[in-house]
């Protein structure tokens, strides 16, 4: 019989803060560095309610969702295997609170965000910040 290997669905989220600044998370796990809040998706779990689950995890803050964005999938974006990660813009209140597997959360601002980041998510900010100063999409 086949052995039949599938992407792992993930959730990213790019958490906006008053200020004109978005949060990131000091992963404590390999790959370590900079990253969006995120991870994966629970059996039986919506993706919306994974994005909202993660966020309070990770950074400790109760997220509001307003968009669903696009979907990633390069299978190399993840070093641990392929992921197909769909990312959510959302607001919050306060500030972030490292948790769960973020060494520490923090708000930067969009012109000072620590470089390099984590998987592709230099590539995702890149995008959502276009996206929110112009109105284009991501094309295919």
Same mark, same amino acid.
């Given at each position: 019989?086949?052995? =039949?290997?599938? #992407?792992?669905?993930?959730?990213? &989220?790019?958490? &906006?803060? !008053?200020?004109?600044?978005?949060?990131?998370?000091?992963?404590?796990?390999?790959?370590?560095?900079?990253? &969006? !809040?995120?991870?994966?998706?629970?059996?039986?779990? /919506?993706?919306?309610?994974?994005?909202?689950?993660?966020?309070?995890?990770?950074?400790?803050?109760?997220?509001?969702?307003?968009?669903?964005? $696009?979907? =990633? /999938?390069? !299978?190399?974006?993840? #070093?641990?295997? $392929?992921?197909?990660?769909?990312?959510?813009?959302?607001?919050?209140?306060?500030?972030?609170?490292?948790?769960?597997?973020?060494?520490?959360?923090?708000?930067?601002?969009?012109?000072?965000? !620590? /470089? #390099? @980041?984590?998987?592709? $998510?230099?590539?995702?900010?890149?995008?959502?910040?276009? =996206? @929110?100063?112009?109105?284009?999409?991501?094309? &295919?």
């Amino acid at each position: 019989m086949a052995e =039949y290997r599938n #992407p792992t669905p993930t959730v990213d &989220l790019v958490v &906006l803060l !008053p200020g004109d600044r978005v949060v990131l998370v000091e992963r404590k796990g390999e790959p370590r560095g900079w990253a &969006l !809040p995120g991870g994966f998706v629970d059996e039986g779990e /919506s993706l919306e309610a994974a994005a909202v689950r993660e966020a309070r995890e990770e950074i400790g803050l109760e997220v509001t969702l307003e968009e669903q964005f $696009h979907a =990633y /999938s390069d !299978p190399r974006r993840d #070093p641990r295997r $392929h992921t197909v990660t769909t990312v959510f813009i959302g607001r919050a209140e306060g500030e972030p609170v490292g948790g769960d597997d973020a060494a520490q959360a923090r708000p930067f601002p969009w012109t000072a965000l !620590p /470089s #390099p @980041l984590c998987f592709d $998510h230099a590539e995702i900010l890149g995008d959502v910040r276009r =996206y @929110l100063l112009t109105g284009q999409r991501r094309r &295919l």
